[in-house]
C-alpha cells in the first residue's frame, strides 16, 4: 500500500499488513465493479492513497483490532527480535519486531480468519459464506449502491466467536 497506507496500531503493534488483507480484497473487487478507489468519504483525499478503499476497510477493522488484541495478550519477549537498522537520516537505531515463526504463525491466523465461515447468506445461493466472500459481495452491492442500481445499501457484518 506504500507510504499512503490505512494501517492502525493495536496494542503496539503495527497492523498495516492485516488490514492490507481488506484492502487488498476491496481494491480488487472495486476495480472490478468500476468503482473509483481514490474518492472516499471518510479518509482524506491524498495523492495515490485509495480513501475509497481505506472507507471501506473500516466496515472490516474490528475483526483484525480483535484478532490481533488476542493474539497480543499470549506473546511474550521471546517471541520478538532487536534488530539494528539504519533508520531516518542514516542514523542506526533499534527496531523490534516479530520473529519468524510469529510472523508465520500471524499470516496464518489472519488466513484462517478470512477463510472462516459466517452465517450470512450469500447474494445468490447458500446461507453460509466467508469473510473473504462476503467483503467481495459487500463491494459488489456497495458500487451498485453508488451507482444507483439499488436504492438502498445496509452493510452485512460478520460476528466472529
Known sequence: MGSQSCGTEVGGYY???SIAFVGSATREASSKESAEPYLGFLQSVQFGKPSLVCDFQELYRYLIDDYLIERCQKMHKNDFVVVTDFMMHLKMGKKIHLCEYETNDLAEGLNDLFNKMVEIPRIKHGNKQTIDTLISEETLL???????????WNPRSPTIC
Open 142 to 152: 456497495f458500487a451498485k449502491y453508488l451507482r444507483n442500481e439499488r436504492t438502498i
Open 15 to 17: 497492523a498495516e499488513g
